[in-house]
């Protein structure tokens, strides 16, 4: 098992510029969630995702965000136009059923918008 | 979900036990208590949960007071690869489906060597 894997792990991009996340949930598990990590916000969840469907996204943050399921093996998060605000360490997570087994987390993206 | 505190920060001695607390007062019988815990520049990791029965596995030991408005996180023998942030979330498990956790502040374990 090779666990929930992010790509990339380092981006580095101008203000303005799109930006697009990507993850791997572990294969089987049925809920994909996205979160963002900041020194003065701590882990923010963005938006989740039950069987490939969007189920909350009050956390993302403004229309500049958007993120996608296409399958059940991939997601996508993307940020347009990106903004110097926006830099930070974005986590991807899987789980199979919650209560029953925990949240396995990606390794993270760092992104930092200049 | 119930709001957890914990203590902001706590150091260990390499080789002893760390016991990490923390209250949830308010916990309603429905929620269960979690644990996670970051390593620094990796994801959170889950360790552990619990409804109101002790519980143990290979990473640790979770003890649920009688009430359930408190908990402790026993790591038996701390390594310094224990060091990390230590996060208690209480929430309550809708089972068949998924819900966003909430992480707090949590608690950064220092383990001495």
């Known amino acids: 098992d090779a666990g929930v894997i992010q790509s990339p792990r380092h981006e580095v991009t101008e203000m303005g510029q799109e930006v697009t996340l990507r993850c791997k949930p572990i294969?089987?598990?049925?809920?994909l969630f996205w979160y963002r990590q900041t020194m003065m916000r701590g882990l923010e969840l963005l938006i989740y995702f039950n069987n490939n469907v969007p189920i909350d996204d009050s956390g993302m943050p403004e229309d500049r965000f958007s993120a996608k399921m296409p399958n059940a093996s991939f997601s996508t998060l993307k940020i347009q136009p990106s903004e110097p605000r926006d830099s930070a360490v974005y986590f991807c997570?899987?789980?199979?059923?919650?209560?029953?087994?925990?949240?396995?987390f990606g390794s993270g993206t760092r992104l930092t918008v200049v | 979900d119930a709001k957890t505190t914990q203590p902001t920060s706590m150091d260990c001695a390499e080789g002893r036990a760390a016991n990490l607390p923390c209250n949830h007062s308010?916990?309603?019988?429905?929620?269960?208590v979690y644990w996670y815990r970051q390593i620094h520049s990796q994801g959170p990791q889950y360790i552990i949960h619990g409804l109101k029965n002790n519980e143990t596995n290979e990473m640790a030991s979770l003890i649920i007071t009688e009430d359930r408005k408190s908990s402790t996180l026993i790591l038996p023998h701390a390594t310094l690869r224990d060091t990390a942030v230590y996060y208690c979330i209480v929430r309550v498990d809708p089972g068949g489906g998924a819900d966003g956790l909430t992480f707090g502040k949590g608690t950064h374990l220092i383990i001495q060597p």
């Open positions: 308010t916990i309603s019988g429905n929620e269960y």
């Open positions: 294969s089987g598990h049925n809920s």
């Open positions: 997570a899987s789980s199979l059923r919650v209560g029953s087994y925990g949240y396995t």
